[in-house]
């Protein structure tokens, strides 16, 4: 995600460029070399910036894939975001929402799979924000209780989590096999089952959709 550069001082505007040039030289590196074998200073070489440079934006390797993986949380949010405004039913919403995150790995294949690998290889899996996303897939329980679809006494935060997990699961698999079809299926599969759980019954006993 490129930076508002016109709400920015000379100074600012200057760093943001830098910062963005060695995000854009990062993400490239980990797709042609992968995470393990891509080093600071071809990046920095990409970028056309000092080394020292490099460092000083970023001092591990880790810290450009935690940048390259907040802006695809910032996309997330906002996918979500508008989903949730347009007040779809509990199933539509998350189904919409796992279609078009599918849609977006099957553009870029190559991309997806690159960055998940060093997901799993950098261990920033470990940082305390990596799962903020769950946050949201909560939002669409608590959307979906208070138009009764979903029981009011189920945890929305825990299955948030849940669907998280399961996102992630779902796209980790992926990524290990380069010649597997698109997610998108196995993501909507994962919601019905999810969801299919926690809804509220109809009056024959069957849950409502």
């Given amino acids: 995600m490129e930076p508002d550069t016109q709400k920015m001082g ?13 995000v854009d030289a990062a993400r490239t590196a980990f797709v042609e070399r992968g995470y393990l074998a891509a080093t600071h200073n071809e990046i920095a070489d990409a970028a056309d910036v000092a080394r020292t440079t490099a460092f000083n934006y970023f001092p591990h390797k880790k ?4 940048a390259i993986l907040a802006d695809r949380r910032a996309q997330i ?39 998940s690998r060093a997901t799993l290889q950098s261990g920033v899996l470990l940082q305390p924000d990596y799962y ?28 948030g989590r849940l669907l998280m997990d399961g996102y992630l699961g779902v796209i980790y698999r ?3 096999d380069d010649r597997a079809p698109s997610p998108e299926q196995d993501l909507v599969r994962m919601v019905d089952i999810v969801v299919e759980g926690i809804r ?10």
Avoid at 133 to 159: C, H, K, N, W
């Fill in 10 to 22: 000379r100074r600012e505007r200057h760093k943001a460029v830098i910062r963005e040039k060695l």
């Fill in 63 to 66: 810290d450009f894939l935690v």
């Fill in 77 to 115: 949010r906002a996918t979500m975001t508008r989903i949730l405004d347009e007040q779809r039913s509990i199933m539509d919403t998350l189904r919409a929402a796992m279609r078009e995150f599918a849609a977006w790995f099957d553009a870029n294949p190559k991309l997806t799979r690159a960055l």
């Fill in 132 to 159: 903020a996303t769950s946050d949201l897939f909560g939002a669409a329980i608590v959307a979906g209780q208070q138009r009764g679809e979903i029981r009011p006494e189920v945890d929305a935060t825990l299955v």
């Fill in 174 to 176: 992926w990524a290990a």
């Fill in 200 to 209: 509220v019954p109809d009056m024959d006993g069957r849950t409502s959709r």
